[in-house]
């Protein structure tokens, strides 16, 4: 048995009225005030808490009118959403807190995930956390059975799944779980925010990214198209000649080890540049980029624990998490360790079990669900070209609508396009993670998306 760790919003934290085997779960609801004093004080209208197969966190949605809907939330490590979408984000000094003003519960109701167990506070009893991506989808379908099991009021409501990094994995393959399911959900579609799709694409679009946003010199670029590309076709990710490779490892080289910021091209890179040892290499094991990291990783032991992804400052979330009071308050088990942003103890034991979803895709999309693949266009980990790429290997031939801008605020927010029921896009200036960094137009974007109606 394990838990996996439920984050919510609102009421005055928290009280366990529940068990159900050994799982934690945590059920927010309605925040009505964020003050400004030294730890955000909550006025409760409604807080829920108790024990499911899974520990997730819940956000009620602030507005008495708002859409009808609910939206689970996977990220690659269920580390980032807290700062990201939440209806507060932590100051700089770790102990106080400030209100989104862009947060997602705005205009629905949240559940967030910290998915696999083992990650954030999460937790398994027996402390045997290999896993892999079908195990990982089952695992949190589970969740949701018992979810909306204790909360039958909920089946009613429209129902979403968004992921982000590796949640383009997680979420295509719990929302086929959704789907396919027997319980009753109001299952509407799904989205993935700079996701993983297939790794091919992802490797083979990050060189032509690269060259054109002017990270490589001609030489390199010549050397490159020489020696990996034939009759006008390149192969830049699996390539047979052995000096494509080295062409190919020096220029991912650039991009992740000369102190960029892998997740933002146009943002410092924030603490040290070493990504090579502190990316998430254990996670993109099918990537030819990070099969050469992991090498160097593993030649020297053990994977370090505490690790923090390149270029990130994450020091105030987490001691915001780790404060004494917090942990009390999320009722979090003194036996747990620190919450980390990163767990290299799941990421050892982890097994990529799909190169692509495009099978996935194509399942899901036969039913009729929408889908929504969105980009912030300076990511280099989960670039938009590869994403692009991978919507348009879909081989859905009509395009409802042209490649296009979309405004938010009288701006242009980026471009998107329409193929049958799903939709690229992309997000002008972001990054990896779009709310985060693009909050107003990620929640134009995220409300047009859950409502159907036009960017």
């Not at 990094?165 to 109001?186: D, E, F, H, Q």
Request: hydrophobic residues 40%; glycine residues 8%.
């Amino acid at each position: 048995e394990f838990s996996l760790s439920l984050f919510c919003h609102c009421s005055s934290f928290i009280q366990v009225i529940t068990v159900l085997s050994s799982l934690i779960v945590y059920l927010f609801l309605c925040l009505l005030s964020l003050p400004s004093g030294a730890v955000a004080e909550w006025r409760p209208r409604l807080q829920l808490s108790g024990w499911i197969p899974v520990r997730e966190w819940t956000v009620s949605c602030e507005q008495a009118n708002c859409v009808h809907n609910y939206t689970c939330t996977l990220n690659h490590s269920g580390s980032e959403t807290g700062r990201v979408v939440f209806v507060f984000q932590v100051n700089d000094d770790g102990a106080t807190l400030y209100e989104n003003a862009f947060s997602w519960n705005k205009i629905a109701n949240m559940l967030y995930l910290e998915s696999p167990a083992g990650v954030g506070y999460s937790y398994s009893d027996d402390h045997e956390y290999a896993t892999n991506d079908n195990q990982v989808a089952d695992d949190n379908y589970k969740a949701l059975q018992s979810f909306f099991a204790k909360f039958p009021n909920f089946t009613q409501n429209e129902f979403f799944i968004f992921g982000e990094s590796y949640g383009g994995i997680y979420a295509p393959t719990l929302s086929l779980r959704v789907a396919t399911g027997k319980t009753k959900i109001n299952f509407q579609g799904f989205a993935v925010g700079n996701g993983i799709s297939s790794f091919a694409l992802n490797d083979q679009s990050l060189i032509h990214f690269g060259y054109y946003h002017g990270l490589f010199g001609e030489d390199l670029w010549r050397d490159l198209n020489i020696n990996c590309c034939n009759n006008g076709t390149c192969d830049f990710y699996n390539s047979s000649s052995e000096t494509c490779r080295i062409m190919v490892n020096r220029a991912f080289s650039i991009v992740y080890n000369s102190g960029l910021n892998e997740y933002a091209l146009y943002l410092d890179c924030e603490g040290s540049g070493k990504s090579y040892e502190r990316t998430m290499s254990h996670l993109f094991k099918n990537s030819r980029r990070n099969s050469e990291k992991l090498k160097v990783i593993m030649n020297k032991g053990r994977l370090s624990l505490n690790e923090v992804p390149p270029c990130i400052n994450s020091t105030a979330q987490m001691n915001w998490l780790n404060r004494g009071d917090v942990r009390k308050a999320l009722h979090i088990p003194d036996i747990l360790p620190p919450w980390d942003i990163c767990s290299d103890v799941v990421g050892a034991a982890y097994t990529t079990l799909y190169a692509t979803v495009k099978d996935v895709y194509l399942k899901l999309l036969s039913l009729g669900l929408r889908a929504l693949v969105y980009n912030g266009d300076t990511d280099m980990a989960c670039n938009f070209l590869g994403d692009r790429w991978f919507v348009e290997d879909l081989g859905i031939k009509v395009a409802l609508t042209r490649y296009q801008t979309w405004i938010n605020d009288d701006q242009v927010a980026g471009f998107y396009q329409r193929f049958g029921n799903i939709t690229f896009l992309t997000v002008k200036g972001a990054g990896h993670m779009v709310p985060q960094w693009a909050p107003s137009p990620a929640l134009h974007m995220f409300q047009s998306f859950i409502t159907n109606s036009t960017y």
